[in-house]
């Protein structure tokens, strides 16, 4: 658990190695496990220890996203 915004943590995180995927969460490269296309052109990261809660990115982060993790 973290204090302040996630908008704070974002900017200290390298951005070769961590995404925000929506408003909720910020993803480590080489914590997911597999990615699956998902309703409306959005895409759900299922990361290799964490399944407490979906992870989608949202539409307008997919783009980016794509172009991140290649």
Known sequence: ??????EQVQSELD???FFRVN???IVQLSAIKDI???TNSRLK???QSYN????IVSR???KDFKN???
């Open 52 to 55: 407490e809660a979906e992870i």
């Open 60 to 62: 307008e982060r997919v």
């Open 1 to 6: 658990m973290l204090d302040g915004a996630l």
């Open 15 to 17: 951005p070769e190695k």
């Open 68 to 70: 991140w993790i290649t």
């Open 45 to 47: 990261i299922i990361l």
């Open 23 to 25: 408003r909720t969460f």
């Open 36 to 38: 699956v296309a998902y």
